[in-house]
Protein backbone atom coordinates (compact mmCIF):
# COMPACT_ATOMS: atom_id res chain seq x y z
CA UNK A 1 0.00 0.00 0.00
CA UNK A 2 2.95 2.51 -0.76
CA UNK A 3 1.13 4.03 -3.16
CA UNK A 4 -2.71 4.30 -1.55
CA UNK A 5 -3.69 7.20 -0.26
CA UNK A 6 -6.43 8.75 1.44
CA UNK A 7 -8.63 11.82 0.99
CA UNK A 8 -10.73 13.44 3.15
CA UNK A 9 -13.16 15.93 2.79
CA UNK A 10 -15.92 17.85 4.33
CA UNK A 11 -18.22 21.14 3.19
CA UNK A 12 -22.12 22.27 3.24
CA UNK A 13 -23.85 19.47 1.72
CA UNK A 14 -25.30 19.96 -2.04
CA UNK A 15 -26.12 17.51 -5.41
CA UNK A 16 -23.39 16.06 -6.81
CA UNK A 17 -20.10 15.93 -4.47
CA UNK A 18 -19.94 12.53 -4.79
CA UNK A 19 -20.11 12.83 -8.69
CA UNK A 20 -17.72 15.70 -9.06
CA UNK A 21 -15.25 13.72 -6.56
CA UNK A 22 -15.64 10.66 -8.18
CA UNK A 23 -15.23 12.08 -11.58
CA UNK A 24 -11.63 13.44 -11.15
CA UNK A 25 -10.09 9.43 -9.69
CA UNK A 26 -11.91 8.69 -13.03
CA UNK A 27 -10.15 11.37 -15.31
CA UNK A 28 -6.73 10.29 -13.45
CA UNK A 29 -7.17 6.36 -14.32
CA UNK A 30 -6.99 6.53 -9.85
CA UNK A 31 -9.04 3.25 -8.61
CA UNK A 32 -11.24 3.98 -5.62
CA UNK A 33 -10.77 1.14 -3.05
CA UNK A 34 -13.24 2.04 -0.41
CA UNK A 35 -15.46 5.27 -0.06
CA UNK A 36 -17.71 6.17 2.81
CA UNK A 37 -19.77 8.97 2.64
CA UNK A 38 -22.63 11.18 5.36
CA UNK A 39 -24.88 13.69 4.89
CA UNK A 40 -25.55 15.17 8.48
CA UNK A 41 -29.44 16.78 7.98
CA UNK A 42 -28.92 18.44 11.00
CA UNK A 43 -25.60 20.34 10.11
CA UNK A 44 -25.98 20.20 6.68
CA UNK A 45 -22.90 19.29 6.48
CA UNK A 46 -21.26 16.07 4.28
CA UNK A 47 -18.44 14.39 4.89
CA UNK A 48 -16.29 12.07 2.89
CA UNK A 49 -13.93 9.69 3.09
CA UNK A 50 -11.81 7.18 0.30
CA UNK A 51 -8.71 5.10 0.48
CA UNK A 52 -7.71 5.33 -3.39
CA UNK A 53 -4.80 4.07 -5.28
CA UNK A 54 -1.81 3.12 -6.40
CA UNK A 55 -0.92 5.87 -7.75
CA UNK A 56 1.91 5.98 -10.14
CA UNK A 57 4.00 7.56 -7.66
CA UNK A 58 4.45 8.30 -4.28
CA UNK A 59 2.86 12.05 -5.32
CA UNK A 60 -0.34 12.73 -5.69
CA UNK A 61 0.43 16.58 -6.63
CA UNK A 62 -1.56 15.94 -9.95
CA UNK A 63 -4.68 15.89 -8.01
CA UNK A 64 -4.17 19.05 -6.67
CA UNK A 65 -5.23 21.67 -8.85
CA UNK A 66 -8.31 19.43 -9.89
CA UNK A 67 -9.36 19.01 -5.79
CA UNK A 68 -8.27 22.66 -4.76
CA UNK A 69 -10.65 23.94 -7.93
CA UNK A 70 -13.29 21.84 -6.39
CA UNK A 71 -12.46 22.60 -2.83
CA UNK A 72 -13.54 26.15 -3.87
CA UNK A 73 -17.01 25.82 -6.18
CA UNK A 74 -18.24 23.70 -2.88
CA UNK A 75 -16.61 25.80 0.07
CA UNK A 76 -15.06 22.43 1.35
CA UNK A 77 -11.74 21.63 2.94
CA UNK A 78 -9.70 18.46 1.86
CA UNK A 79 -6.88 16.62 2.88
CA UNK A 80 -4.94 13.82 0.52
CA UNK A 81 -2.09 11.56 2.36
CA UNK A 82 -0.29 7.99 2.26
CA UNK A 83 -1.66 5.38 3.96
CA UNK A 84 1.94 4.22 4.56
CA UNK A 85 2.23 7.76 6.28
CA UNK A 86 1.81 7.45 9.99
CA UNK A 87 0.69 10.02 12.80
CA UNK A 88 3.50 11.19 15.07
CA UNK A 89 1.61 10.72 18.32
CA UNK A 90 3.33 12.19 21.87
CA UNK A 91 1.38 10.44 24.60
CA UNK A 92 0.70 11.82 28.02
CA UNK A 93 0.22 10.03 31.18
CA UNK A 94 0.33 10.15 35.36
CA UNK A 95 0.42 7.34 37.78
CA UNK A 96 -1.74 4.68 35.83
CA UNK A 97 -0.06 2.99 33.23
CA UNK A 98 -2.60 0.48 31.56
CA UNK A 99 -3.67 2.64 28.78
CA UNK A 100 0.12 3.65 28.18
CA UNK A 101 1.64 0.38 27.98
CA UNK A 102 -0.83 -1.04 25.71
CA UNK A 103 -0.41 2.05 23.25
CA UNK A 104 2.98 1.06 23.01
CA UNK A 105 2.55 -2.48 22.67
CA UNK A 106 0.13 -2.23 19.77
CA UNK A 107 2.88 0.17 17.95
CA UNK A 108 5.42 -2.24 18.17
CA UNK A 109 3.61 -4.89 16.76
CA UNK A 110 2.27 -3.35 13.92
CA UNK A 111 -1.62 -3.02 15.34
CA UNK A 112 -1.69 0.73 15.46
CA UNK A 113 -0.41 2.91 12.62
CA UNK A 114 1.24 5.46 14.80
CA UNK A 115 4.64 6.88 15.37
CA UNK A 116 5.26 7.51 19.01
CA UNK A 117 8.70 9.56 19.18
CA UNK A 118 7.92 11.10 22.78
CA UNK A 119 5.98 10.44 25.89
CA UNK A 120 5.36 13.03 28.55
CA UNK A 121 4.51 12.40 32.49
CA UNK A 122 4.25 14.73 35.34
CA UNK A 123 5.30 11.57 37.50
CA UNK A 124 8.64 10.11 36.58
CA UNK A 125 7.23 6.40 37.09
CA UNK A 126 7.08 5.04 33.57
CA UNK A 127 10.56 6.12 32.13
CA UNK A 128 11.42 2.62 32.60
CA UNK A 129 8.89 1.62 30.05
CA UNK A 130 9.62 4.18 27.46
CA UNK A 131 13.04 3.24 27.59
CA UNK A 132 12.38 -0.77 27.20
CA UNK A 133 10.61 0.43 23.87
CA UNK A 134 13.33 2.98 23.13
CA UNK A 135 10.90 6.09 23.17
CA UNK A 136 12.10 9.38 24.82
CA UNK A 137 10.62 10.63 28.11
CA UNK A 138 9.89 13.47 29.87
CA UNK A 139 9.27 14.50 33.33
CA UNK A 140 7.59 17.57 33.73
CA UNK A 141 6.19 17.97 37.14
CA UNK A 142 2.83 20.42 37.41
CA UNK A 143 1.83 22.25 40.00
CA UNK A 144 -0.92 25.45 40.37
CA UNK A 145 2.14 27.71 39.85
CA UNK A 146 3.76 26.24 37.43
CA UNK A 147 0.83 24.76 35.33
CA UNK A 148 1.35 27.50 32.39
CA UNK A 149 5.02 26.71 32.26
CA UNK A 150 5.07 23.08 31.89
CA UNK A 151 3.00 23.75 29.03
CA UNK A 152 4.49 26.15 27.36
CA UNK A 153 7.25 23.03 27.40
CA UNK A 154 4.43 20.68 26.01
CA UNK A 155 3.96 23.12 23.06
CA UNK A 156 7.96 23.28 22.34
CA UNK A 157 7.98 20.00 22.46
CA UNK A 158 4.59 19.33 19.99
CA UNK A 159 6.22 21.98 17.55
CA UNK A 160 9.93 20.13 17.44
CA UNK A 161 9.13 17.11 17.64
CA UNK A 162 6.20 17.61 14.93
CA UNK A 163 3.54 15.78 16.77
CA UNK A 164 0.33 15.81 15.21
CA UNK A 165 -1.78 14.30 17.93
CA UNK A 166 -1.96 14.10 21.67
CA UNK A 167 -3.31 11.29 23.49
CA UNK A 168 -4.16 11.55 27.30
CA UNK A 169 -3.52 7.71 28.27
CA UNK A 170 -4.97 8.45 32.02
CA UNK A 171 -2.82 11.74 32.27
CA UNK A 172 -4.93 13.24 35.49
CA UNK A 173 -4.74 16.56 34.78
CA UNK A 174 -6.78 19.19 33.43
CA UNK A 175 -5.37 20.93 30.42
CA UNK A 176 -5.92 25.12 30.08
CA UNK A 177 -8.06 26.66 27.61
CA UNK A 178 -4.78 27.51 26.06
CA UNK A 179 -3.41 24.02 25.25
CA UNK A 180 -6.85 22.75 24.03
CA UNK A 181 -7.45 25.46 21.84
CA UNK A 182 -3.90 25.20 20.56
CA UNK A 183 -3.94 21.24 19.64
CA UNK A 184 -7.79 21.64 19.01
CA UNK A 185 -8.88 18.40 17.25
CA UNK A 186 -5.76 16.87 18.12
CA UNK A 187 -5.85 15.64 21.64
CA UNK A 188 -7.90 12.43 22.41
CA UNK A 189 -8.51 11.39 25.79
CA UNK A 190 -9.82 8.47 27.69
CA UNK A 191 -12.46 8.99 29.91
CA UNK A 192 -12.55 6.19 32.70
CA UNK A 193 -16.37 5.90 32.68
CA UNK A 194 -19.56 5.62 30.03
CA UNK A 195 -20.02 9.04 29.88
CA UNK A 196 -21.90 11.37 30.98
CA UNK A 197 -22.26 8.89 33.80
CA UNK A 198 -19.85 9.04 36.83
CA UNK A 199 -17.84 12.00 36.34
CA UNK A 200 -15.12 13.08 38.58
CA UNK A 201 -13.06 10.93 41.13
CA UNK A 202 -13.18 6.99 41.63
CA UNK A 203 -16.16 6.41 39.22
CA UNK A 204 -16.04 2.92 39.89
CA UNK A 205 -16.63 3.00 42.93
CA UNK A 206 -19.46 5.40 42.57
CA UNK A 207 -20.91 2.67 40.07
CA UNK A 208 -20.20 0.09 43.00
CA UNK A 209 -22.18 1.84 45.25
CA UNK A 210 -25.45 2.37 42.95
CA UNK A 211 -24.91 -1.20 41.50
CA UNK A 212 -24.46 -1.08 37.82
CA UNK A 213 -25.04 -3.91 35.55
CA UNK A 214 -22.68 -2.36 32.85
CA UNK A 215 -19.50 -0.29 33.40
CA UNK A 216 -17.77 1.53 30.65
CA UNK A 217 -15.43 3.50 28.98
CA UNK A 218 -15.31 6.67 26.62
CA UNK A 219 -13.00 8.06 24.20
CA UNK A 220 -13.32 11.92 23.43
CA UNK A 221 -11.46 15.36 21.71
CA UNK A 222 -10.39 17.08 24.79
CA UNK A 223 -12.09 20.71 24.83
CA UNK A 224 -11.69 23.70 27.39
CA UNK A 225 -15.18 21.96 29.11
CA UNK A 226 -14.11 19.18 30.96
CA UNK A 227 -15.12 15.91 29.74
CA UNK A 228 -17.18 17.49 27.73
CA UNK A 229 -15.73 17.11 24.01
CA UNK A 230 -16.86 15.44 20.95
CA UNK A 231 -16.83 11.88 21.72
CA UNK A 232 -15.26 9.36 19.23
CA UNK A 233 -15.91 5.88 20.85
CA UNK A 234 -17.46 4.49 23.68
CA UNK A 235 -17.80 0.22 24.60
CA UNK A 236 -18.49 -1.22 27.75
CA UNK A 237 -18.70 -4.49 29.59
CA UNK A 238 -21.22 -6.18 31.95
CA UNK A 239 -20.81 -6.94 35.45
CA UNK A 240 -22.52 -7.99 38.70
CA UNK A 241 -22.82 -7.88 42.24
CA UNK A 242 -20.19 -10.10 42.80
CA UNK A 243 -17.31 -7.70 41.60
CA UNK A 244 -15.76 -5.68 44.47
CA UNK A 245 -14.83 -1.80 43.79
CA UNK A 246 -10.93 -3.45 42.72
CA UNK A 247 -12.23 -6.18 40.64
CA UNK A 248 -14.25 -3.59 38.46
CA UNK A 249 -11.34 -1.32 38.40
CA UNK A 250 -9.78 -4.25 36.78
CA UNK A 251 -12.54 -4.87 34.58
CA UNK A 252 -12.36 -1.39 33.51
CA UNK A 253 -9.00 -0.89 32.68
CA UNK A 254 -9.55 -3.88 29.71
CA UNK A 255 -12.51 -1.37 28.32
CA UNK A 256 -10.59 1.46 28.35
CA UNK A 257 -7.23 0.50 26.53
CA UNK A 258 -9.64 -0.98 23.85
CA UNK A 259 -11.46 2.25 23.69
CA UNK A 260 -8.40 4.15 23.83
CA UNK A 261 -6.63 2.16 21.16
CA UNK A 262 -9.74 1.92 18.58
CA UNK A 263 -10.10 5.75 19.21
CA UNK A 264 -6.49 6.19 18.03
CA UNK A 265 -5.96 3.73 14.96
CA UNK A 266 -9.26 5.39 13.57
CA UNK A 267 -8.27 8.72 14.25
CA UNK A 268 -4.65 7.69 12.18
CA UNK A 269 -6.78 5.41 9.58
CA UNK A 270 -8.37 8.81 8.82
CA UNK A 271 -11.80 7.94 10.08
CA UNK A 272 -13.19 10.50 12.15
CA UNK A 273 -14.18 13.75 11.63
CA UNK A 274 -15.36 16.62 13.79
CA UNK A 275 -18.99 17.72 13.26
CA UNK A 276 -19.53 20.35 15.56
CA UNK A 277 -20.13 18.63 19.17
CA UNK A 278 -20.19 15.19 17.81
CA UNK A 279 -17.86 12.89 15.02
CA UNK A 280 -18.35 11.43 12.82
CA UNK A 281 -16.51 8.41 12.47
CA UNK A 282 -16.26 6.21 9.47
Given at each position: ???????????????????????????????????????????????????????????????????????????MTYDI??????????????????????LLFRA???????????????????????????????????????????????????????????????????????????????????????????????????????????????????????????????????????????????????????????????????????????????
Amino acid sequence: MSHDHYLTLSCPDKPGIVHAVTGIFAREGLNILSLQQFSDPTTQKFFMRVHFGPTPSESTSSLRPAFDSLAADYQMTYDIRPVAQKPRVLIMVSKIGHCLNDLLFRAKTGQLPIEIPLIVSNHPDFAPLAASYGIEFRHLPVTKETKAEQEGKILELIREREIELVVLARYMQVLSPMLCEAMSGRIINIHHSFLPSFKGAKPYHQAYDRGVKIIGATAHFVTADLDEGPIIEQRVTRVDHSLSPKELVDEGSNVESQVLAAAVKWYAERRVFLNGTRTVVF
